[in-house]
Each structure stands twice: as structure tokens, then as C-alpha cells.
């Protein structure tokens, strides 16, 4: 079973400019997940999505974080403009659905190593 | 609000003793799971074990057990006879399993744990 897909692994931008990161889930997982990971501090969540529909995005920063996962799939998120405390690894994770007991476990992609100067 | 607190930042153990890594977490709530999560350099989170809170027997998986006092809200990881590839940052995480918070992990700080030869 192929694992959960990120891109690009690693990006450096200056501050002000604009960056997109993508994610493919696991195939079949209805539930996608976006969390920021600063250096030397657990992930944060940032959005949540039932197939194409937003569950949680309350700690998204959204006058310059958005997200969007169209057809259920594949998710993309944006930073515009960029700031230097954006700088972290922003993780995404998948699951089977969001309640049950299969629902509860997370598969985790790779991550985007973000660095803003 | 739930929250997560692992105490050690760092933690080094000799290859094949024992060490645990703590947890403690707070809320108001009774139907929950937690987890053991393990990021390796490479950054590819892994679940490590699971803990649902309405069974009262310990999880095991293998060399990791945890032990869960419900009453005192902790949560340790015991890692047996540890081996070079168990080293990594371990974060303890929370989800409510109930409600509007569907699939909304709650990671601590994380522990640093090093295996030396």
C-alpha cells in the first residue's frame, strides 16, 4: 500500500513570496489532514477535510494560509505572502474517516521542509 | 481544551535496557484514545501504539507497552530492550473520540530519546 505523498520536500522563499505545497493521500481515505510543525514543538492541526468539505480549519491563519481538496483526492495548501515565522515542516496525513475506531489512526506523509528568509 | 505535556524534552538509554518516556494530558472528557507517535530524522511520523481509554488493560506492541492511569490522566511509554533504530522524537497525542473534534490530534512537545551502543 503506497503511503501518503508529498511535494516538493523541501522549499526556501523569501518572505513576502508565495508558496504551494501538495498532498496525495492514501487511496480510499476519506479524511485529510494539514498540520504545522515549528522546530522543537509538536505538529499543529491547521485544516481538516471530509472528502471535499472543510471539518476544522480554526488554527488556519486565513488572511494568507488557504487549502482546498478538490474531487475528494489530492490537496493543496498555500501560503501567500510568505512570513519568517511560517518557517517549519508542514505534515499531511490522511485516514480512513474521521470517527470509528479504524478512523482514529493517522498515516503521516514525509513532510515539506519550509525555511522563509 | 485538551492538552498534551511530556516533561522530558531528552532522554538517552543504553542499547537493549529499558527506558519511559512520560505523558500526562488534560480533560474534561471521558471517551478518548491516545497515541504514541515516533518521528524518526527522516520526518515520517509513525504510530507507535494505541490507547483507548474506555479499556482498562495496557496496550502492547511488541518491545513498546504504555501505562495508562486513567484517574491520574498519564500516559507512559515503555520501550524494552531498546535498539540504535529506536532512537527519534517521540510525541504523545490525544483525540476525542466524540462531538465535533473528529480526528483533531492533540501532540505534546515532544521527547528526544537516543539510543547509544
Known amino acids: 500500500e503506497a503511503g501518503v505523498a508529498q511535494s516538493p520536500r523541501y522549499k526556501i522563499i523569501e518572505k513576502r513570496q508565495s508558496v504551494a505545497f501538495w498532498c496525495n493521500p492514501i487511496?480510499?481515505?476519506?479524511?485529510l489532514y494539514w498540520y504545522q510543525q515549528i522546530l522543537g514543538q509538536g505538529p499543529k492541526l491547521l485544516i481538516q477535510?471530509?472528502?471535499?468539505?472543510?471539518?476544522?480549519d480554526s488554527q488556519l491563519p486565513k488572511d494568507r494560509f488557504s487549502a482546498e481538496r478538490l474531487k475528494g483526492v489530492d490537496s493543496t495548501l498555500k501560503i501567500q505572502p510568505a512570513k519568517l515565522e511560517d518557517s517549519a515542516v508542514y505534515l499531511c496525513?490522511?485516514?480512513?474517516?474521521?470517527?470509528?475506531?479504524?478512523?482514529?489512526?493517522?498515516?503521516f506523509g514525509p513532510g515539506t521542509r519550509l525555511t522563509v528568509l | 481544551a485538551q492538552t498534551v505535556t511530556q516533561s522530558q524534552p531528552e532522554m538517552s538509554v543504553q542499547e537493549a535496557e529499558t527506558v519511559t518516556l512520560s505523558c500526562t494530558y488534560d480533560?474534561?472528557?471521558?471517551?478518548?484514545?491516545l497515541f504514541w507517535y515516533k518521528q524518526p530524522p527522516s520526518r515520517q511520523m509513525i504510530l507507535v501504539i494505541r490507547?483507548?481509554?474506555?479499556?482498562?488493560q495496557n496496550a502492547t506492541e511488541n518491545r513498546f507497552s504504555v501505562n495508562f492511569q486513567k484517574a491520574a490522566k498519564s500516559f507512559s511509554l515503555k520501550i524494552s530492550d531498546s535498539q540504535l533504530g529506536d532512537t527519534a522524537m517521540y510525541f504523545c497525542?490525544?483525540?476525542?473520540?466524540?462531538?465535533?473534534?473528529?480526528?483533531?490530534?492533540?501532540f505534546g512537545q515532544g521527547t528526544i530519546l537516543t539510543v547509544h551502543p
Open positions: 496525513a490522511s485516514s480512513l474517516d474521521w470517527s470509528g475506531q479504524r478512523g482514529y489512526e493517522q498515516f
Open positions: 487511496s480510499g481515505h476519506a479524511t
Open positions: 477535510f471530509q472528502n471535499n468539505g472543510v471539518v476544522d
Open positions: 480533560t474534561s472528557e471521558n471517551n478518548y484514545y
Open positions: 490507547q483507548e481509554a474506555y479499556k482498562q
Open positions: 497525542a490525544f483525540i476525542f473520540a466524540g462531538g465535533t473534534s473528529y480526528g483533531k490530534l492533540t
